[in-house]
């Protein structure tokens, strides 16, 4: 199997990975993808085995090496969820026998069992589009299929073991127990136009720290650490700091420990949402309805203008679809979650 690119993609290929194992019991799955996967998927019981992808640059010299690897293994099958040429190149050079993907960017050729792109893409959440290339699999193999009818389960599991290991990291580090635990997550790594001021983040989370008497603790990737510096800064409060201290499965089991997320549309947003916090997501630039946190529990705020969902990664124009967002319904959303947040744990 070929991972996804990124962390929030790889999240909503879980259900998709579960049906793989559903539909091969007893075969050997491995995850093709970057170093930072393993974070997400560690303890995953639908994977068997990581192959690391270091080298992301896409040149030849990259690409043979993959090729390489991927021989070495001798796969008997390759599904591939990236849409890129890539990584159907990668295994056609390695010669796996079977290679399904879809049938995008002018690499059908290299594809033994093409899957058109479905005329729903971009009416459905991108859950579905994953799900759905295992499901013609499936249906190419038996006939039938019954994975579009079951609801997908995105859960990933954190152990006791590292949930422990994340309330000491938080303790260290100057958390005070006794308090609802609310993440903050104002970078995003892939696009600037995705990410609300950070003076607004502060009012947010000083009026959470205030008001509901929340511990603080920011969070995001190390490239990030400017804007969590930017946020500590306009602070009343004192947050907890973890941006760029934490690798992404010791983030996971933060989230896990926390009870709300507030962030931009980014990663840990849905890594949350798949360890069962709650999340409160700004969204601007991009479509909640394809890309946002698939559950139950995340809530979206957007005040989206006529320009928007533009998917651009640097807004031409005032960022207006960000701007319109207030601190204001930010925090009323975000502690809304968490009084709910807290009567689950007293029912519990």
């Known amino acids: ?103 995008t960017q002018g690499r059908a050729p290299l594809l033994t069992h093409r899957v058109g792109v479905p005329a729903w893409r971009g009416h459905r959440h991108e859950v579905f589009y ?12 038996c006939g039938s299929t019954s994975i579009e009818s079951r609801e ?37 790594t892939n696009s600037r136009a995705k990410r609300w001021p950070p003076e607004r983040f502060a009012a947010v989370a000083d009026m959470l720290a205030e008001r509901t008497g929340a511990e603080i603790v920011l969070v ?15 602070m009343r409060a004192r947050p907890v700091v973890l941006t760029g201290k934490t690798d992404l499965a010791q983030t996971a089991a933060v989230l896990k420990a926390s009870d709300l997320l507030v962030t931009n549309d980014t990663g840990p947003a849905h890594v949350a949402a798949a360890v069962g916090c709650p999340v409160v997501v700004i969204f601007g630039p991009t479509n909640p309805f394809t890309t946002r946190p698939f559950s139950d529990t995340a809530e979206v705020v ?19 679809c960000m701007t319109a967002v207030t601190p204001e319904e930010v925090f009323e959303r975000a502690a809304h979650a968490l009084e709910l947040r807290q009567k689950v744990e007293v029912a519990r």
């Open 1 to 103: 199997m070929r991972g996804v690119n990124w962390v929030g993609d790889a999240v909503m290929t879980v259900p998709a990975l579960r049906e793989l194992r559903r539909l091969f019991p007893r075969a050997r799955l491995t995850l093709a993808t970057r170093p930072w996967a393993e974070g997400i998927f560690a303890g995953a019981d639908f994977i068997d085995d990581f192959l690391v992808t270091k080298d992301s640059s896409g040149k030849p010299a990259a690409l043979f090496r993959e090729a390489r690897e991927w021989r070495a293994r001798r796969f008997d099958l390759a599904v591939l969820f990236p849409n890129s040429f890539a990584p159907a190149l990668v295994a056609a050079l390695a010669r796996v026998p079977a290679r399904v993907g879809y049938a």
């Open 130 to 141: 994953y799900l759905h290339l295992v499901a013609e699999l499936e249906r190419r193999l």
């Open 152 to 188: 997908p389960d995105t859960a990933l599991r954190v152990t006791g073991a590292r949930l422990r290991e994340a309330e000491a990291l938080l303790l260290e580090s100057g958390a005070r127990p006794g308090r609802p635990l609310v993440a903050v997550c104002p970078g995003s």
């Open 220 to 234: 995001g990737a190390a490239e990030e650490s400017d804007i969590s510096a930017e946020v500590a800064r306009h």
């Open 302 to 320: 957007r005040r989206p203008p006529d320009c928007a969902p533009c998917m651009l990664r640097d807004c031409p124009i005032d960022h207006r």
